[in-house]
Nanobody
Framework: QEQLVESGGGLAQAGGSLRLSCAAS????????MGWFRQAPGKEREFVAA????????YYADSVKGRFTISRENAKNTVYLQMSSLKPEDTAVYYCAARESFMSKIEYEYDYWGQGTQVTVSS
């Protein structure tokens, strides 16, 4: 099974930036489309961003479009989420996920999940 480990979360001020990383095990990373999801207390997990297997296709939730950027380095088995212009509403646990197919924004279509990293944005 693919193992995913998120890192880079922490505390940021409103308007600031954070860069999240998700490292995957194994040699088949390039076969997976990758996604980022987040979950705030008392809310359902929601889609944030997704990227295709080669990194050429990207999709973002409307709430983060223009502020967040997803990217990947297949040689490092790593996907990133660059978060800029952060808002208190971005506070959540952020999860990376892998899908053995083309990219998707639908949670149940993903096959593997990390354990999450906390992002807190103060005002």
């Amino acid at each position: 099974q693919e193992q995913l480990v998120e890192s880079g979360g922490g505390l940021a001020q409103a308007g600031g930036s954070l860069r999240l990383s998700c490292a995957a095990s194994g040699r088949t990373f390039s076969n997976y489309a990758m996604g980022w999801f987040r979950q705030a207390p008392g809310k359902e997990r929601e889609f944030v961003a997704a990227i295709g297997r080669s990194g050429g296709l990207r999709y973002y939730a409307d709430s983060v479009k223009g502020r967040f950027t997803i990217s990947r380095e297949n040689a490092k088995n790593t996907v990133y989420l660059q978060m800029s212009s952060l808002k208190p509403e971005d506070t959540a646990v952020y999860y990376c996920a892998a899908r053995e197919s083309f990219m998707s924004k639908i949670e149940y279509e993903y096959d593997y999940w990390g354990q999450g990293t906390q992002v807190t944005v103060s005002s």
